[in-house]
């Protein structure tokens, strides 16, 4: 049995530590998958449950010099906060003492200060004395994860770090330990304790500051985290009592008061109110509520009182299922991000190459100082090439989008989604419930020889009563609504607004429905009952009812996309209906979000083409594909692809699920349902059409920043590796020294992570 476990990873620092890790884990066997996200320093794992075991994956990871914190999920936020907290504390410590012993033997070696600073500080015993403790207590997390790279013949960052460090450190305790030796053989005795001590407070500086910006990225999990409620309010046995959101069980009846989040999600069972719903739509207005309709947990009563009853708690509510699909996408992996771990692979040991191919050129043809330069510039390629900024160049502008985007109600389910969607050139909607409201509602009443719009309305709502079809429940709500009617079955609501209103009520017998036809039934008018008929063409038709008198009026309101119905009673043709699923208030703005953009736009439908050209013309679709059954909506989403264009599909079926799992990026509706979200990339939760241009423009702007910070962290190694190995000497007599280098390497990083943190200031809808 297939299963997917995400965990946290402990020791991550650079791109080549991401390829070892999932080496590892991909050797393990029955594991499918392996993705390793250096961003959130976590791992995620499709494996056969059968097969693998936690000890299985932990030891994988131990055994290539990392920590494996597997359960890292049940733990609660303040623990997490705390132990972040610590980690932080503890490389604050390092850096301090590291920067403070390197300093001071830095002023008592480095040419020209060396002249203002105390006797002692210029003693090599005590230069040695002060550089031991950073070597080996600052810097023995380096050591740690280079030897156990080593057990398994592999390399990463600390191993070159470890190296160019130790190398320097044990060249200046040998000058200090055997000075008359170094002389002997020609050297001058100036050990470079400073070399290895500011390195390694430059680089843990660099980490430092490195995750502090990376704990800026992650600022829209914490924020939902941080909108559960704590307590819910239950009624049981007819009192109320406040008790930990944990303790709510499916089934219980809760009490919201004004200005309190609702803590889970469930149904009003009973009063009414005003909600804010802006943590899951991104929409400002607060939402009507009433019995019958869902709330959600985390989001903001307003204003009424009313008690719910819990249908979804602890992880199956939907701020958990987002903040679930926030992490996944957060931790996944763009194919943009193989070409750095690609690199990322071969280059450490490429760069230990490198070092020592500097090391053997200058000692063989250097000057009289040869080996002093050679050990120098070695130490100097093995600091710059540390490809911390290659690994952070992806996965920190891929949390910060997606975290961007959830936080405007648009859900990506992975980094590849938010790749792929800025390549879009052509988007299909679906008709029913993506452009339109998915409900058909009365737009037209008009009434002939002689009765009034308000007897037609109130005739038909009295026949339709008892039906249960769509159409049906459109005419009496909007009967109801206009206080023509009461008793309908199928709606309280409808039902109590009736009555309070003393609204007669109509008697209808011998009602029959005709199946795709309509319906018939008698009605008592003044103590007399009269036979009324209320259908389309063919029950007409059938009934051999005569309505030709009356056929421009139908034609123009199905010219306008409406479902026309006719009622008819003993006397002759009464007056017409016409319902018609109308279109969401975003869809045309949407739409001409996309135009602008030079997306084109395409509707799919299977209403006939007269009511889908009338739709797509009111809100800017120029071309449409109509009369197209459920079954076939994919074939036609692979028929444009194979035009060469890249395809997104927007839908909320089930019927719609085919085709947006064979689109190159399936968009659902957030009202839609759970399999065509299951089966889509992304899911717009806010239901604002607006928001597929939005997420095409996020994704847009994360791939500029991912592409600048890729370009910033290879040019950074491409140019300066060489200046390292010293190839602008021979011209201009410029050598890097190693403290610079490890300067350039710890700020590549800090200013890759801080461009990924500009993504939050960018403008997407």
């Avoid at 503890?90 to 301090?96: A, G, I, S, T």
């Amino acid at each position: 049995m297939e299963t997917k476990k995400t965990f946290s990873i402990k020791g991550m620092h650079c791109a080549s530590c991401v390829a070892v890790l999932e080496g590892s884990l991909k050797q393990v066997e029955g594991v499918v998958e392996a993705t390793v996200n250096l961003a959130t320093e976590k791992a995620t794992v499709v494996y056969d449950s059968t097969k693998v075991t936690d000890e299985k994956l932990s030891s994988a990871v131990s055994n290539v010099g990392y920590r494996a914190l597997i359960g890292e999920e049940i733990r609660t936020e303040d623990e997490e906060k705390k132990e972040k907290e610590r980690e932080l504390r503890d490389l604050r410590n390092k850096v301090f003492v590291s920067l403070f012993l390197g300093g001071l033997i830095l002023w008592g070696s480095f040419p020209g200060l060396i002249k203002t600073a105390p006797l002692f500080l210029q003693n090599f015993w005590v230069q040695l004395l002060l550089a031991t403790p950073v070597q080996f207590w600052a810097g023995f997390g380096f050591y740690r994860a280079t030897i156990s790279a080593l057990k398994h013949r592999t390399a990463n960052m600390d191993t070159l770090v470890t190296i160019g460090t130790t190398v320097a450190y044990i060249y200046s305790a040998f000058v200090t330990l055997l000075p008359q030796f170094v002389v002997s053989i020609g050297i001058e005795p100036m050990p470079y304790f400073d070399t290895a001590a500011i390195i390694i407070g430059l680089i843990l500086l660099g980490r430092y500051f490195e995750a502090k910006a990376k704990a800026g990225t992650s600022e829209a999990i914490k924020k939902l985290i941080g909108l559960q409620a704590k307590t819910a309010r239950v009624v049981r046995d007819g009192k109320e009592i406040d008790i930990l959101i944990s303790e709510v069980i499916i089934g219980d009846s809760i009490r919201v008061r004004p200005g309190e989040k609702i803590p889970v999600d469930g149904i009003i069972v009973e009063g009414e109110s005003s909600i804010d719903e802006s943590m899951i739509t991104g929409e400002s207005m607060p939402t009507d509520k009433t019995v019958g309709d869902m709330v959600v947990g985390a989001t903001m009563n307003k204003t009424g009182s009313f008690i719910f009853k819990t249908t979804k708690v602890g992880q199956e509510t939907m701020l958990a299922q987002i903040i679930k699909l926030v992490q996944e996408a957060q931790g996944s992996k763009a194919p943009i991000q193989r070409l750095a771990d690609l690199v990322s692979s071969y280059f450490v040991p490429v760069v230990l190459m490198l070092a020592i191919g500097t090391f053997v050129v200058w000692y063989d043809f250097g000057s009289t100082q040869a080996l002093t330069y050679a050990i120098l510039n070695m130490v100097a390629v093995l600091i710059i090439a540390c490809p911390c900024a290659m690994g952070l160049a992806t996965p920190t502008a891929i949390m910060v989008g997606t975290g961007k985007g959830a936080e405007h109600g648009i859900l990506i389910k992975d980094a590849e989604s938010l790749e792929t969607a800025h390549k879009i050139n052509t988007i299909i909607f679906d008709k029913t419930g993506t452009l339109t409201k998915g409900e058909p509602s009365v737009t037209n009443v008009v009434a002939f020889g002689g009765e009034d719009k308000d007897s037609i309305l109130h005739y038909a709502a009295a026949l339709e009563k008892s039906s249960e079809h769509p159409v049906a429940r459109a005419i009496v709500a909007f009967a109801a609504s206009l206080g023509k009617l009461s008793s309908h079955p199928l709606d309280k609501a409808i039902r109590d607004k009736a009555q309070a209103d003393n609204i007669e009520l109509l008697n209808v017998k011998g009602f029959n429905v005709i199946p795709g036809k309509g319906l018939e039934g008698e009605i008592e008018v003044d103590g007399n009952l009269k036979k009324y008929f209320f259908g389309n063409r063919a029950l007409m038709t059938e009934k051999h009812i005569v309505f030709d008198t009356y056929e421009a009026d139908i034609q123009k309101l199905e010219a306008e996309g409406k479902t026309v119905m006719i009622l008819v009673s003993e006397t002759g043709v009464l007056g017409l209906i016409a319902v018609a699923d109308t279109v969401k208030e975003s869809s045309k703005g949407g739409i001409e979000a996309l135009e602008r953009m030079g997306i084109e736009t395409v509707m799919i439908t299977g209403d006939n083409t007269r009511t889908a050209m009338a739709i797509a013309q009111e809100i800017g679709i120029k071309r449409v594909l109509a009369e197209v059954l459920p079954d076939q909506k994919e074939a036609e989403v692979r028929k444009i692809q194979a035009e060469g264009r890249v395809v997104a599909m927007v839908g909320d079926g089930i019927n719609d699920a085919p085709a947006l799992a064979a689109a190159d990026v399936g968009i659902a509706m957030g009202s839609g349902t759970d399999v065509a979200i299951e089966a889509a990339d992304i899911t717009l939760i806010n239901k604002d059409l607006k928001s597929v241009a939005a997420a095409i423009v996020l994704s847009k702007k994360t791939m500029r920043t991912i592409r600048l910070n890729l370009f910033w962290a290879f040019g950074y190694n491409i140019i300066l590796i060489p200046v390292a190995m010293g190839v602008l000497y021979p011209f201009f007599g410029i050598l890097l020294n190693p403290i610079f280098a490890s300067v350039a390497m710890a700020t590549s990083s800090i200013s890759v992570v801080a461009n990924s943190l500009l993504l939050k200031r960018k403008k997407i809808i």
